[in-house]
């Protein structure tokens, strides 16, 4: 036996132990109380509020079959937000230093390509979209998760470069990320998930701190775009459903026939609305994707003027404290990160309850926390939990030092 391995073999015990405390060490940071340390009660107490109602309106959707009564969206979303807490509680004591790693961001983009591009061969088509991958006992929409991934994207990308963004180079290869997904996603297509991937890339632009004329240059090019998009892209449903924003009632049996009913389901709420369980619209069937892409309508009609006003007020409550912990971020990365989540939650509700109001063309969106779907609630709850993440390393006041590294500056 050679020196080197005795020697080895001397020390073994000592390895062990120092590997056992290594160990140790790992498993104390995943204790109850670092996981409740890093998590804001306040903004979790209203994302589970906005969760239960959204529950609480699904299990209004029952149906019988074979003598038995079921309510399957009730039942499955249950499911979904008890896994989606877990994500998010795990998620809230890991260490996401490691994002703002270059090769990590380039990995998740390189992967977010590949997964888009898979969908176009293996994609299976819901609702004239080839936007979810069928597992047989699961489906998947991996357009959720890369939205978020677009969000990291872009906070590394400004982070780094926020000193000279108002050089357009910067505008323009950020605008080509965003591109790319957003030319996947619109071809399959999906025009509602490709509308929020531009406006999650306007959004951190101008909280990146662009010029006035880079802006103006930016809504020109997004006007030609749209032109074009219109004479050359768009299919007619999709010029239908925008004629529709114009006067929803042109066509209340055809292409107007969904904003029709949503509409009808939230007046006939009135200002105390017709209670739990006894939504006709929704439970008759009349408004269509009512756990889905209106959910708010269905919402709206069971709990009135007044349940709807109590919504806005957590939702508000929810948008107060992600914007406040997000400027508390310890560097520039957390700070666009968490905006850009903000802009995430914000443009989904508003684009929701615009089309389910009539005010925006119906195209497909989902309402944050409380439309069904496993997909979107595991990404909108992991988002959260990376921000919780994230927080540990917060500032309460930035230094002067560091004045110069904060979001549009």
């Known amino acids: 036996m050679s020196e080197e391995t005795e020697c080895y073999y001397c020390h073994l015990p000592r390895n062990l132990a120092l590997n056992f405390q290594i160990w140790r060490t790992s498993m104390n940071s995943i204790s109850l109380k670092n996981i409740f340390r890093n998590i804001d009660w306040i903004l979790f107490g209203s994302v589970v509020l906005v969760s239960l109602a959204g529950l609480i309106t699904m299990n209004s959707f029952q149906f019988k079959e074979g003598g038995i009564v079921k309510n399957l969206f009730f039942e499955r979303q249950t499911i979904w937000l008890v896994v989606s807490i877990i994500v998010f509680l ?33 994609g299976s088509i819901y609702k004239g979209a080839k936007s979810w991958f069928d597992l047989g006992f699961l489906s998947f929409q991996p357009t959720d998760p890369i939205k978020l991934i677009l969000i990291l994207i872009l906070a590394k990308y400004f982070s780094r470069r926020h000193i000279e963004i108002a050089n357009i180079r910067h505008i323009l290869v950020s605008g080509f990320y965003a591109f790319v997904i957003f030319s996947l996603i619109f071809l399959q297509p999906d025009f509602g998930s490709a509308i929020i991937i531009f406006f999650l890339w306007l959004g951190m632009v101008l909280v990146s701190g662009i010029s006035k004329k880079h802006l103006l240059a930016v809504f020109l090019v997004g006007l030609f775009s749209f032109g074009a998009l219109w004479f050359f892209v768009f299919a007619p449903y999709q010029k239908d459903r925008i004629k529709n924003f114009l006067n929803p009632l042109t066509d209340i049996r055809g292409s107007g026939y969904n904003s029709y009913q949503s509409i009808i389901a939230i007046g006939s709420g009135q200002l105390l609305g017709k209670g739990i369980g006894y939504g006709t619209q929704s439970k008759l069937q009349f408004l269509p994707e009512y756990q889905t892409d209106f959910i708010f309508s269905a919402f709206a009609e069971e709990w009135g003027f007044a349940g709807v006003m109590l919504l806005f007020m957590v939702y508000g409550i929810i948008f107060w404290r992600m914007l406040k912990i997000s400027f508390r971020g310890g560097s520039n990365f957390e700070i666009l990160f968490g905006i ?18 009539g005010l925006l063309p119906v195209t497909g969106n989902t309402l944050p926390f409380m439309s069904y779907g496993g997909s979107h609630l595991l990404t909108e709850f992991l988002g959260l939990g990376i921000l919780m993440g994230m927080k540990k390393s917060s500032r309460t006041v930035h230094p002067d030092v560091a004045s110069n590294e904060m979001v549009g500056v």
């Open 90 to 122: 795990l998620a809230s004591v890991i260490n996401w230093t490691f994002l703002k790693n270059t090769r990590i961001i380039v990995i998740l983009f390189i992967l977010s390509i590949i997964l888009l591009l898979l969908l176009f061969v293996f």
């Open 340 to 357: 850009g989540l903000f802009i995430f939650f914000f443009i989904h509700s508003f684009i929701h309850i615009g089309m389910n109001i």
